[in-house]
């Protein structure tokens, strides 16, 4: 049963097992991504490095980008030996190198191979294979269109669209194509009218969780991409809201779980910078906050870390420390899980 409320986005040299630790931190019931792995890295390179998570990470997706069915299926077989819970396509991703390996975006051009693709994918595997795509190309996108792809994609077995609501521009920038495009998330809303019997998670743009449960009103998830990464803590209402978790976190008590996982990392040879880039933003917006930016960024040790906890310790104390748990089971309102993905 996949339940997809809320996810958080693939990103390039965000996403490594050291985000994702942290977000876990955050949020244990939000679903994690890697970043885009290429099938021919999984097939040929370090499987150990590219793929390997720790337990915690679950409920995990790999999402992986190419253009060959066979290459896909055996990426995809390896990735379910390796654990994850899901693997995901990537239909979505503008990027000149994308469009140089004939992957990403450029493969809606090509439906007929997605759908090859996807079957290849869908035998090769157990669990879910699923997209994240976008609404078309090169700002010609229709709503017709956008249904025709998810129908072509539905009879190759996918019963999860995660939508960008956004075409994708091909002579873009990739940050462009962010910014650019405009959003219509009303389509994605569109979509699961017109297909009840998939499921859709909506993406682009979101910045806050109020924005996230407006969404799950109307399609069945939510992802956040770089909201996440700009602030960890945008997640940290969404045990207790979304997941009906009676737990609350704090900044301090995570920066205090990231501490003993680095020393941890620090002892199998990773360097203190892999961890403490993404722990930069932990006290955005908080007293203090930039102190502890400039320390870790200036140190870039486990020393630098310490001294950087002892300071924010006597800045802020135990607020907003996890409140002790309710019965079991309890729940707030929350809106129920979505459709298995297979």
Not at 301 to 330: I, N, T, Y
């Amino acid at each position: 049963m996949l339940d997809l409320r809320l996810s958080v986005a693939p990103m390039v040299d965000r996403t490594d097992r050291h985000f994702r630790f942290l977000v876990r931190q955050v949020s244990l019931g939000v679903r994690l991504y890697t970043e885009m792995t290429v099938d021919q890295a999984v097939l040929r390179g370090n499987r150990e490095r590219l793929l390997a998570f720790r337990p915690e990470e679950h409920p995990i997706a790999l999402q992986l980008a190419g253009s060959d069915p066979k290459s896909l299926a055996e990426a995809a077989r390896i990735g379910e030996a390796f654990g994850y819970d899901e693997i995901n396509l990537n239909l979505g991703c503008p990027s000149e190198k994308a469009q140089e390996g004939g992957y990403g975006a450029c493969l809606l051009l090509d439906l007929a191979r997605v759908r090859e693709i996807l079957k290849a994918m869908g035998e090769a595997v157990r669990v879910p294979v699923t997209v994240k795509m976008r609404l078309g190309l090169e700002g010609k996108e229709t709503y017709r269109g956008l249904a025709q792809s998810v129908e072509a994609m539905a009879e190759a077995g996918v019963k999860v669209f995660v939508v960008h609501a956004r075409s994708a521009l091909l002579a873009l920038s990739t940050k462009a194509n962010r910014e650019i495009p405009p959003l219509r998330h009303d389509w994605v809303h569109r979509l699961k009218g017109d297909f009840p019997q998939l499921t859709f998670v909506t993406n682009g743009g979101i910045r806050s969780l109020e924005e996230a449960l407006f969404h799950l009103k109307r399609v069945d998830g939510v992802m956040l991409g770089r909201a996440v990464y700009e602030d960890p803590f945008v997640l940290e209402e969404a045990d207790r809201r979304v997941f009906g978790l009676p737990r609350r976190p704090s900044r301090l008590e995570v920066a205090r779980r990231m501490r003993a996982y680095l020393e941890e990392e620090v002892l199998k040879g990773t360097p203190p910078w892999a961890v403490l880039r993404h722990m930069l933003n932990l006290f955005r917006g908080r007293p203090k906050g930039r102190l502890w930016r400039r320390l870790l960024s200036e140190g870039r040790s486990l020393q630098a870390l310490d001294r950087a906890l002892r300071l924010m310790e006597e800045e802020v104390g135990e607020e907003g420390e996890k409140e002790k748990p309710g019965p079991r089971g309890q729940r707030e309102a929350a809106p129920g899980p979505a459709r298995e993905g297979v």
